[in-house]
C-alpha cells in the first residue's frame, strides 16, 4: 500500500486558517486521498476526499498537487473544536488494496484561544 | 438514521474467555472493515468485507474471526481472549473508494 508522511504536530490559533500537509509520493493512479480526524476517546470522522481536483465541502477544503505526490488539507477557520488527530490516507482502488485505509501516525493538530 | 453501530461500547474479559462484537450500519454500504487501536497508535486493519457473505483478512488478523451473513451485520470473534487484544475496536464502512468511511464510536476492550 501506498504510504503518506505528515508532520507530527502543528499548531494554530482560534478562528485562522490552517493548512495540514501531507506527501505522497508513491501514490498510484487510480488512488483516492482521504483526510480524516479523531478527537479524543471518539472514533475517526471522515472530513473529505478527492482523486486529482481540488475539492471544497463544509468542513474543509483539499487541494491536491498536479502531480499528485502531495496534497494539502485547509480548514479555513480553525475553532476549538477542530483540535484532532488528523489523517491523510490513501485508498486504493484495485488489487487488495482496494477499498482499506491503512492509518499512519497522523498529524497531532493543536487549537489556542 | 443510525449510521454505524457497535455493541457493546465497553467489556473486559478473561484471559481465555470468548466475545462476539457486532457492527450494524443502516446505510446499505457494501464494504466494511473492523480496526484496533492501541494507545498511542494510529488504526490497524483487522479484517475487512467487500460484500454480503465474503470476508478477507487485514493486517493484523491473527486471532479474530469475522462473519458477513447479511449485508448490513458484520461480527468481529475472539475465540480465546489474550491479555495483547486489549485495545479499542472500530468498525467502519463505506459504500465503495470513491465515498469516506463512516465509523462507529468504539468498542473499549480489556483481558485481564
Known amino acids: 500500500d501506498a504510504k503518506t508522511t505528515q508532520p507530527n504536530s502543528m499548531e494554530s490559533n482560534e478562528e485562522e486558517p490552517v493548512h495540514l500537509p501531507c506527501n505522497h509520493s508513491?501514490?498510484?493512479?487510480?488512488?483516492?486521498i482521504h483526510w480524516y480526524r479523531q478527537l479524543p476517546s471518539q472514533g475517526p470522522e471522515y472530513v473529505i476526499h478527492?482523486?486529482?481536483s481540488n475539492v471544497n465541502n463544509r468542513m474543509a477544503s483539499l487541494a491536491i498537487a498536479e502531480d499528485r505526490k502531495s496534497s494539502t488539507l485547509i480548514l479555513h477557520r480553525a475553532t476549538l473544536r477542530d483540535a484532532a488527530v488528523y489523517y491523510c490516507?490513501?485508498?486504493?482502488?484495485?488489487?487488495?488494496?482496494?477499498?482499506?485505509?491503512?492509518f499512519g501516525q497522523g498529524t497531532i493538530l493543536t487549537v489556542h484561544p | 438514521n443510525a449510521g454505524v453501530t457497535q455493541t457493546p461500547k465497553f467489556r473486559v474479559l478473561k484471559t481465555g474467555q470468548s466475545m462476539t462484537l457486532l457492527c450494524a450500519q443502516d446505510?446499505?454500504?457494501?464494504?466494511m472493515y473492523w480496526y484496533r487501536q492501541d494507545p498511542g497508535m494510529g488504526l490497524r486493519l483487522i479484517h475487512y468485507?467487500?460484500?454480503?457473505?465474503?470476508?478477507a483478512k487485514g493486517e493484523v488478523p491473527d486471532g479474530y474471526n469475522v462473519s458477513r451473513l447479511k449485508k448490513q451485520n458484520f461480527l468481529l470473534g475472539l475465540e480465546s481472549a489474550a491479555p495483547s487484544q486489549t485495545s479499542v475496536y472500530f468498525c467502519?464502512?463505506?459504500?465503495?473508494?470513491?465515498?469516506?468511511?463512516?465509523f462507529g464510536s468504539g468498542t473499549r476492550l480489556t483481558v485481564v
Open positions: 508513491t501514490i498510484s493512479g487510480t488512488d483516492y
Open positions: 490516507i490513501l485508498m486504493g482502488a484495485g488489487g487488495t488494496s482496494y477499498g482499506k485505509l491503512t
Open positions: 478527492g482523486l486529482t
Open positions: 468485507s467487500v460484500g454480503e457473505g465474503t470476508t
Open positions: 446505510m446499505n454500504h457494501e464494504y
Open positions: 467502519a464502512s463505506c459504500y465503495s473508494n470513491s465515498y469516506g468511511y463512516t
